[in-house]
């Protein structure tokens, strides 16, 4: 059956509720915003993709929508081309921010990935493949992820409290730890740190390395510590961690961290393009990147970034923001057919309570999920559900990820804690 060529592409973003989780630039605010692509074609085929809505993003998005009919969906090339004219058009192609955290260099990969995504999906469905399938083959069934733990507050403020409850002490991030293993299985466990000073932090981990010996586990202050503080942290959690996350903030700063320490540095904050790896490469700064098909242009460029670690000696694992399951499915496919992903992925997954996709497709099992093996991506859109969320976004009033922003309603003043400590 033929593909086609793009007919019609819809953007329509959503919103769905998210507790107040706290990380180093502030808090969650109630609901995270999603932008659900639809690329329709000739061929009466619809394919799915899944990015952040802010809204400076989604104005780029909408400005590919209307430039992509037809184009062949077999053309990867054409529609880096569309995306790269589109954005010259509209933008002047400068970069991108999510939420104070996540600062792109280049807006065209991070707009193109959920149309490269959909197109995929399109493929699939024509060949009557899974999307793994089209990134080479699955080397593994199951992909592992990892539990992902935050510290947070009881509830958004004047709100009840949710069914997490508070995290701040090290036995309260057990509890959330204990309930996340139960209930998905999970075997590496990631602290979201950055949040309080690090003789803290440092105790929660040893709480979790105590009550959950044999797991992995990771933290991840976002850059929170200064090169000093991270060197003593790398010492005192040697022999705890499998990998020690964007301790402290840069290429350069990461890498005076590595001269001091044999543990793995990972990163999703200073190599975040193409463009970062070669200086990073050059110092020695990381052992691990987290790939993030949203940030590095798609499924078919992560794989590239798999290729470029593994030539280089460094290991690669999967960074994610909050997220629904066209993006868990998408992850899934990707780090099936990525043999040199050897970490559990990390998924915001577990803290969502809403969904744009049909149950079934998608579930978590020992610690893993099952790489889909219908055509495509495997998952199917709920229009209901799409256009409850799509209501949801009109009246949250959110239009962009603002944590700090959130985070001073509560405390005034408050300022990221980026290489506070
Ligand atoms: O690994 C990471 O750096 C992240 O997952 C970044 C996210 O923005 C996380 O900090 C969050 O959701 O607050
Ligand atoms: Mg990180």
Redesign the pocket.
């Known amino acids: 059956m033929s593909a086609g060529r793009v007919s019609r592409v819809t953007v329509t973003p959503v919103a769905f509720r998210d507790p107040p ?5 502030g808090v ?1 605010q109630p609901y995270v915003l999603r932008a659900i692509v639809q690329v329709h074609t000739d061929a009466g085929l619809v394919g799915l993709g899944e990015t952040y809505a802010d809204q400076a993003h989604l104005d780029r998005l909408e400005a590919v929508a209307a430039a992509l009919p037809g184009t062949d969906a077999f053309d990867l090339n054409g529609l880096r081309r569309v995306v790269e004219s589109a954005l010259g058009a509209s933008t002047g192609g400068a970069g991108a921010s ?2 104070g ?2 600062e792109v260099s280049s807006a065209v990969d991070t707009v193109a990935a959920p149309f490269e995504v959909a197109l995929l999906d399109l493929q699939g469905k024509a060949a009557g493949r899974p999307v793994s399938d089209l990134l080479g083959g699955a080397v593994r069934e199951r992909v592992p992820y990892s539990a ?1 733990l ?1 510290y947070k507050w009881a509830g958004h403020p004047g709100h009840d409290e949710d069914s997490w409850g508070e995290g701040v002490t090290p036995e309260q991030m057990v509890a959330q730890a204990r309930r996340m293993v139960e209930e998905y299985g999970f075997t590496a466990i ?1 602290l ?1 740190g950055g949040v309080f000073e690090p003789g803290h932090e440092i105790e929660t981990v040893e709480a979790l390395a105590s009550a959950f010996p044999g797991h992995a586990l990771r933290i ?1 202050p ?1 850059g929170a510590w200064t090169v000093q503080t991270s060197i003593d942290v790398a010492d005192r959690l040697a022999g705890v961690l499998e990998y020690l ?2 301790p402290t903030p840069g290429i350069d700063g990461m890498a005076e961290v590595a001269r001091h320490t044999d543990l793995p540095l990972a990163t ?2 200073c190599v975040i393009s193409f463009d970062h790896l070669k200086p990073a490469v050059a110092a020695d700064a990381v052992q691990v990147v ?1 790939s993030d098909h949203h940030l590095w242009g798609g499924l078919r460029r992560s794989a590239l970034l798999g290729g470029i670690c593994e030539t280089f000696g460094m290991g690669l694992s999967m ?4 997220h629904l399951g066209i993006s868990l499915a998408a992850m899934t496919h990707l780090a099936a057919a990525t043999p040199n992903l050897t970490y559990a992925c ?1 998924t ?1 997954y577990p803290w969502k309570s809403e969904e744009v996709i049909r149950p079934g497709a998608l579930e978590f099992r020992d610690g893993g999920v099952a790489v889909p093996t219908a055509p495509g991506l495997g998952v199917e859109l709920d229009e209901d559900a799409l256009d409850a969320l799509h209501e949801q976004y009109l009246r949250c009033g959110q239009r962009g990820r603002e ?1 700090t922003a959130y985070m001073r309603t509560v405390v005034p003043g408050f300022t990221p804690n980026t290489a506070r400590w």
Do not use: A, Q, R
Not at 21 to 25: F, K, S, T
Not at 319 to 322: E, I, K, R
């Open positions: 989780l706290l990380n180093v630039v969650h999510f939420g955290m996540l992902y935050f990631k979201k991840d976002n996350e964007d999703n904050m987290l960074h994610s923001n909050s990390d915001h944590d």
